[in-house]
């Protein structure tokens, strides 16, 4: 976009993208930094947003553990989903993230095909061109999928209360508790991150996505929680 | 509705559905009528709604054909479900009807689990009450399912462009289009209504729901047309 247009080089938000100015981008919030990803593809197809997305997967690195962000997937994660879909289970990802940009990957990385993941949206229109139709993404904020809007598009994309359900921040307690409001054998898992040595160690105060009020009413609603640091044999695969 | 308040008989468009006034609602239009389905299941729950509808399913007859609403479905649209899945295929139904009064009946009588449903849908919200989280409907539209909104959904809940598609009505010929509108093989259907005999006869003139546009570029397209008269051996099972 920067190359189309420099003028916006000095302009915020993408000024602190540019410069990596992290002070910044943090205090953008959750829903502040989903809304310029969605800014930045504005227009694109689909398929085109779904190719550049699987390219950027097959080479970003993460900063900190300095392994491809697709080798930093939890181990046990991928054992308790293979555990479910061995019972029976149809397993979902819903995130607060970009729905195709975790769609590019997710089939890869965790066996989930892309109509099971709920994710923040964009809105997108209709595009006949050429005699060819496309889905184009609008720059615009379609569902912010974080907290009461989780159990919303749960609603919306799966149109029935979900049995099982692991989160691990507060953006995940509502669908916490909209699993355990209901007859039946119902389970709800949250994970804390307490291990500063083989991961990170963070919950009441990290701003950007605080695990606070699940954690306090946790024992008062039934759910589980899982201290990565005791409970984790091991974090991930190639630890 | 009109026993917690009588002065509604006399406001439109209930007091048309109330009269059985069926010029008045057929003038409402498929949106107006999609848009007084919702307010008229205001309030309700995602899990009371399908209760109600599920009862409703239960004994509804189809005023022609005198049998249950559930039995009035076409045997080679089973066929080819069952087909389509014998090959490894994932079915959905994407309907201009509401989402949720499908979901209630697809499973049954279509073997399409309700997360394989998409549809126009109402607005809903979260509510905890009494330490019970449920999504409660609010009497708006959110999305009303028909023509290009159809591919938008495709896009959202799916999140990839299918193989295959069959249709019947102009409000299929979008996504028709969408499907048809990608490299390697793909393949459009759209059924004909031209069975006075067995079922019903209409298509350009049906002003509710016409099949005029689909038509006239069918062809063009490459979308094949299946004539219920002369490809149809058995409607339906009852038959």
Same mark, same amino acid.
């Given at each position: 976009?920067?190359? @189309?247009?420099?003028?916006?080089?000095? +302009?915020?938000?993408?000024?602190?993208?540019?410069?990596?100015?992290?002070?910044? =981008?943090?205090?953008?919030?959750?829903?502040?930094? =989903?809304?310029?990803?969605?800014?930045?593809?504005?227009?694109?197809?689909?398929?085109?947003?779904?190719? =550049?997305?699987?390219?950027?997967?097959?080479?970003?690195?993460?900063? %900190?553990?300095? @392994?491809?962000?697709?080798?930093? =997937?939890?181990?046990?994660?991928?054992?308790?989903?293979?555990?479910?879909?061995?019972?029976?289970? @149809?397993?979902?990802?819903?995130?607060?993230?970009?729905?195709?940009?975790?769609?590019?990957?997710?089939?890869?990385? %965790?066996?989930?095909?892309?109509?099971?993941?709920?994710?923040?949206?964009?809105?997108?229109?209709?595009?006949?061109?050429?005699? @060819?139709?496309?889905?184009?993404?609008?720059?615009?904020?379609?569902?912010?999928?974080?907290?009461?809007? +989780?159990?919303?598009?749960?609603?919306?994309?799966?149109?029935?209360?979900?049995?099982?359900?692991?989160?691990?921040?507060?953006?995940?307690?509502?669908?916490?508790?909209?699993?355990?409001?209901?007859?039946?054998? #119902?389970?709800?898992?949250?994970?804390?991150? /307490? /291990?500063?040595?083989?991961?990170?160690? %963070?919950? #009441?105060?990290?701003?950007?996505?605080?695990?606070?009020?699940?954690?306090?009413?946790?024992?008062?609603?039934?759910?589980?929680?899982?201290?990565?640091?005791?409970?984790?044999?091991?974090?991930?695969?190639?630890?």
């Amino acid at each position: 976009m920067v190359i @189309k247009d420099p003028a916006m080089k000095e +302009k915020q938000p993408y000024k602190a993208f540019l410069e990596r100015d992290i002070k910044t =981008i943090h205090d953008l919030g959750k829903k502040g930094i =989903i809304e310029f990803v969605f800014k930045a593809h504005e227009a694109e197809t689909q398929e085109d947003f779904n190719t =550049i997305t699987t390219n950027w997967f097959s080479k970003a690195m993460h900063p %900190y553990f300095k @392994k491809l962000c697709t080798e930093c =997937i939890y181990k046990p994660q991928l054992e308790l989903l293979d555990y479910l879909r061995a019972n029976g289970f @149809k397993t979902y990802i819903v995130t607060g993230g970009g729905i195709e940009f975790v769609r590019a990957v997710a089939e890869k990385v %965790y066996g989930i095909p892309p109509e099971q993941v709920i994710g923040s949206s964009s809105k997108t229109k209709f595009r006949l061109k050429e005699k @060819k139709v496309d889905v184009c993404r609008i720059g615009e904020l379609n569902s912010f999928d974080d907290r009461e809007e +989780k159990v919303v598009n749960i609603s919306l994309h799966i149109g029935r209360r979900p049995l099982f359900v692991f989160g691990n921040s507060d953006g995940d307690l509502r669908m916490m508790q909209y699993v355990l409001s209901a007859e039946g054998p #119902r389970m709800a898992m949250l994970l804390h991150h /307490d /291990d500063a040595q083989r991961e990170f160690a %963070y919950d #009441r105060d990290f701003k950007l996505s605080p695990l606070n009020d699940a954690l306090t009413v946790a024992n008062d609603w039934g759910i589980l929680i899982v201290s990565m640091k005791n409970d984790w044999n091991k974090v991930f695969a190639f630890d």
